[in-house]
């Protein structure tokens, strides 16, 4: 299998591609073969979760050996339970949850493989100088990268946050983090800039004569990497099989997805998993204030040029949704010209118009929703109300797109939300929505919560307000370069 950049200007084998992360033409590895290569999905149906994630990445990451050792190594012991992702009734839906996993964010399915993968792909290529991987992070990301890579030998990681825009407890959980290779920084800008800085960055040090002499190579645990990507299918099968398992639809029944959406990496995961046979039905992205991806599917319009909201649910603070990039390859039957154009675009001039006869194919597998704080917050108080069940206000976006899309389109085909973090992650905004009082520290809500409902905190979360703070720098947008360089050379002297 030979991966090729959405750009037309590169291809590299599935390891190759992990080690990279993005192609040097700044295109994103996709799979231009995948809904052709025979996968027995209804085989892997039957398989448990462990089972589903490892059948999945030996096909997707084929050139990678010994996926099934990585894959328990990854997965063992780590995730509250052997399910990795529970499926839960609530009312007449499903809530996939996602964040049982340790630093209780949906990110871990994937950050928990992907150091496996580079570490495994390293090796394979005889490449000897260290992995230095870049991340930018909305507030998730961050940790659940920082918890995979932490004293992986071979490897370095920086995380990059925006300053004042992630939750107190998402800022904690990274500026705690232990570990020799990890180096943490806010940026004073907004995650756009941070992830547009990564990827100047790569642009800027791939060709720096002192780090290649050195023998680094960079990477990165964003879901523009493959193998950050590809563990993300398995969840929408886990969910499928757990409602086979309960006989709520039979063996080729469609279901729905809903998906809280930021980068896209997540809802498109789900898209590749109906290219491998699954049968999704309808693809659900739901959006906080946020709307660019709303505004895309209504209008074919992608414009960025437009006020940047700090919300409630900051991981999905993005104006530019990097992952979209592949799902224009793909629907676009791989016209690299076309979405090589587009990009330019949209990075030159702000905006692009994906022309309207791809859009319609588009529109035919997707729905698109937001909402406001507000909505959100009256989502997460009436939940609590009316089913017992207190979700986080990512997952509170979804949960008001899936009743949105359900007065759109009513019918009887199962619907299954994917909650993407702990409400204890953001427990003063959670606090609020279920009318509590929001007071004292972060530590304090989160106390305030649990006595509440009842509802037990992660204990990995509870034990944060023991631990010092280790990572107190902060730079401007133009600084990242310097700083990453200034960062390896002491690292390396
Ligand atoms: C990252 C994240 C999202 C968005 O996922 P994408 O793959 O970026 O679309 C949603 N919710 C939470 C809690 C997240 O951490």
């Known amino acids: 299998m030979v991966y090729i950049s959405t750009r037309g200007g590169a291809s590299a084998g599935a390891a190759e591609a992990v080690l990279r992360g993005i192609a040097a033409d700044g295109g994103l590895f996709v799979d231009p073969m995948l809904a052709q290569e025979p996968f027995d999905w209804q085989h892997c149906l039957t398989l448990d979760a462990l089972g589903i994630q490892t059948m ?36 007449e839906d499903y809530v996939l949850e996602l964040f049982r996993g340790p630093t209780s964010a949906f990110k871990d399915v994937a950050l928990s493989m992907l150091p496996q993968l580079v570490t495994a792909a390293r090796t394979q290529r005889g490449e000897r100088g260290e992995c230095v991987v870049l991340t930018a992070t909305s507030g998730d990301t961050g940790k659940a990268a920082l918890e995979g890579f932490h004293d992986v030998p071979g490897t370095r990681i920086f995380v990059f946050y925006p300053h004042g825009g992630v939750s107190a407890i998402q800022r904690a959980q990274m500026v705690t983090q232990e570990g020799k290779n990890v180096t943490v920084c806010a940026v004073r800008g907004n995650f756009d800039d941070c992830q547009t800085g990564v990827k100047k960055a790569f642009a800027a040090l791939a060709g720096d004569e002192e780090l290649l002499c050195r023998g680094l190579s960079l990477s990165s645990a964003n879901s523009i990497n493959i193998g950050r990507l590809a563990p993300q299918l398995g969840y929408y099968f886990i969910a499928y099989a757990a409602l086979l398992r309960e006989g709520r639809i039979a063996l080729g029944d469609k279901v729905d997805y809903v998906v809280p959406t930021g980068n896209f990496g997540d809802i498109l995961a789900g898209w590749m998993a109906k290219r491998l046979g699954l049968p999704v039905g309808r693809l659900v992205c739901a959006s906080n204030a ?96 009316e089913e017992g069940y207190l979700c986080d206000p990512h997952t509170a976006v979804a949960v008001r797109a899936a009743q949105d899309y359900r007065r759109e389109r009513p019918g009887d085909v199962p619907l299954v939300i994917l909650s993407t973090a702990s409400p204890y992650k953001f427990p003063g905004a959670v606090l609020g929505a279920i009318g509590g009082r929001a007071e004292g520290d972060e530590y304090a809500q989160m106390d305030a919560l649990a006595s509440l409902t009842g509802v037990p905190v992660p204990r990995r979360l509870a034990a944060l307000r023991e631990k010092d703070v280790l990572h107190r720098d902060v730079i401007g947008i133009d600084e990242m370069i310097p700083y990453i360089k200034t960062k390896l050379s002491e690292a390396l002297s």
Request: glycine fraction near 6%; proline fraction near 3%.
């Open 56 to 91: 999945l990445l030996k096909h997707l990451l084929p050139d990678i050996d010994g996926m099934d050792g990585l894959c328990r190594r990854a997965y063992d012991g780590k995730f509250e339970t052997d399910e990795l992702t529970p499926l839960v009734r609530v009312g």
């Open 290 to 385: 946020n709307r660019v991806l709303t505004d895309f599917f209504e209008t074919g319009v992608y414009d960025r040029r437009r006020d940047f909201y700090r919300t409630d649910s900051p991981s999905m603070d993005i104006l530019v949704s990097s992952n979209l990039e592949r799902l224009l390859f793909y629907v676009s039957d791989g016209d690299c010209a076309l979405v090589r154009s587009c990009m330019e675009q949209l990075a030159r001039e702000g905006f692009y118009r994906f022309p309207e006869e791809l859009m319609e194919k588009l529109r035919a597998e997707f729905s698109a929703y937001c909402c406001t704080d507000a909505e959100g917050a009256e989502t997460i108080g009436a939940l609590w109300r």
